[in-house]
């Protein structure tokens, strides 16, 4: 029997590409995003047996929790949730509005909150385990410049993923996360065009200053982050819990 997944923030770039991966792997996926144009265009292309399209805001406890249990009542099941949706401003700190703080926090930790509580309880509800697996960043790792939002939202969510390794070991759900690096996405772009505007340089110069330290000498691929993501869905990762796996082309070491 096939194993399910959901993967919020899945109708485009990272969240995507983890889909199209984790159905190439033999899952049936869950597409969670709160675009539905966006998300019903991912599902026709992927698979619309293999795939079900669900329309929230991560940031909302109750769509959140409600989205999972559709997904349930479609496929029958749920094992791996990958908490994928997240937001990139590009914040000086002399910049930085109580909007943007507030919105920024809510979707990339409220998003990887609200999707752990509901994997618990849909884990426990089905009488078993699972995985769940979060995003953060590179700029979690190592502080990012002019990222002082973003990056705290990120570091915040390796915190949160250790805790909750701990936290759910007993119910036999381990919870790692994926920290990508200078991805080809939308979302990297529009970082890259305003690093570039705020220093008065052009989009290249934003996304060199991102790039100029990655040992591997490229930018990542979408597709290099679902293959981590693969693994951590996988039974090889089994005994794996509490770790963020650096997918950043060697921009840093650790």
Do not use: C
């Amino acid at each position: 029997m096939s194993k399910v997944a959901i993967v919020t923030g899945a109708g485009q770039g990272i969240g995507f590409a983890i889909a199209k991966r984790l159905v190439q792997d033999g899952f049936k996926v869950g597409l969670l995003d709160y675009n539905a144009e966006t998300v019903e265009k991912a599902v026709a292309e992927l698979s619309a047996t293999k795939t079900f399209a669900v329309v929230a805001d991560v940031s909302k406890q109750a769509e959140v929790a409600t989205a999972f249990q559709k997904v349930v009542d479609h496929f029958g099941d749920l094992n791996v949730v990958v908490n994928n949706a997240g937001v990139a401003p590009t914040t000086p700190l002399d910049t930085i509005t109580e909007e943007q703080f507030t919105r920024t926090f809510a979707i990339n930790v409220g998003g990887v909150i609200w999707g752990s509580q509901a994997a618990q309880a849909q884990f426990k509800a089905l009488g078993h385990g699972g995985k769940i697996i979060n995003a953060t960043s590179q700029a979690g790792v190592v502080g990012n410049p002019n990222l002082t939002v973003y990056g705290g939202t990120k570091f915040a969510v390796r915190g949160i993923t250790q805790t909750l390794a701990r936290d759910l070991a007993d119910s036999g759900i381990t919870v790692n996360a994926y920290a990508p690096g200078i991805v080809k996405t939308p979302m990297m772009f529009d970082i890259a065009h305003e690093v570039g505007k705020n220093a008065g340089k052009d989009d290249e110069w934003g996304m060199q200053t991102f790039a100029k330290d990655i040992t591997l000498k490229r930018l990542s691929e979408p597709e290099d982050v679902a293959a981590a993501v693969s693994f951590l869905a996988g039974p090889d990762s089994d005994y794996i819990t509490g770790q963020t796996i650096i997918v950043d082309g060697g921009m840093q070491f650790h």
